[in-house]
């Protein structure tokens, strides 16, 4: 059973453009919402994240929402650049002082000229 | 991340050997973690550690165990490899304080078991 899932394995945006990653959950006590980057043989990087008492987090061209009555959130990239082009894990903490994180399945961003 | 380094990086085994991948982190975390990525599935947590004394099962431990040998080090063991673990898999650290702590990956082991 699949408690994070990003139903869109793949996004293609033009440079310039906003990119909208989208994610969904099922368990109501997820406390934490966190996004991150992977590019091609190297780990996953931290790149931003929400805490469910707020509905929006913004790091400069990146920010995140959350819609909790939806179960749902979102990633945005404005304005996207090339070296977005890499693949965008959503992941979910089940509360406090609990450091396991359930990850969706990823999409994979690429960023055209 | 080069504050936590995997080896090896890529390892190509036969069935019914024991592997070991390792782990080790100059971050100084407390809480390390041992991950699976498959196609299609993200990644799968198969075991973590808050402190050297403390170890805790993931979500597909079974076929796994794993050695806390210091603060710095995590390793993870197949005692007997099967076709089916074959994976990408990631080591992670994070500082305490809850799940809003973000994790630091390593670059991954890519495992394959013929």
């Known amino acids: 059973d699949q408690q994070v899932k990003q139903n869109s394995p793949s996004l293609s945006v033009q440079e310039g453009r906003i990119s909208i990653l989208n994610c969904d959950y099922t368990n109501s006590m997820f406390d934490y919402f966190l996004w991150y980057k992977k590019y091609p043989a190297e780990g996953p990087t931290f790149l931003i994240s929400?805490?469910?008492?707020?509905d929006k987090n913004e790091d400069g061209r990146f920010t995140v929402f959350l819609n909790k009555s939806a179960k749902h959130l979102s990633l945005h990239i404005v304005p996207s650049q090339p070296g977005d082009s890499a693949v965008y894990f959503c992941a979910a903490s089940p509360g406090y002082n609990t450091d396991k994180l359930i990850f969706g399945t990823g999409t994979r961003l690429q960023v055209f000229p | 991340d080069a504050d936590v380094t995997q080896t090896p990086r890529n390892r190509i085994t036969k069935t019914g050997k024991r592997i070991m991948l390792e782990c080790s982190q100059t971050k100084g975390h407390d809480r390390m973690y041992w991950y699976r990525q498959d196609p299609g599935l993200g990644l799968r947590l198969i075991y973590y550690?808050?402190?050297?004394?403390?170890?805790n099962k993931g979500e597909i431990s079974d076929g796994y165990s794993v050695s806390r040998q210091a603060q710095a080090k995590f390793s993870l063991s197949l005692e007997s490899a099967i076709p089916n673990q074959t994976a990408l898999y990631f080591c992670?650290?994070?500082?305490?304080?809850?799940?809003?702590?973000?994790?630091?990956f390593g670059d991954g082991t890519r495992l394959s078991i013929l």
């Open positions: 929400i805490s469910s008492i707020k």
């Open positions: 550690s808050f402190d050297v004394k403390d170890i």
């Open positions: 992670a650290t994070s500082e305490a304080g809850g799940g809003n702590q973000p994790q630091h």
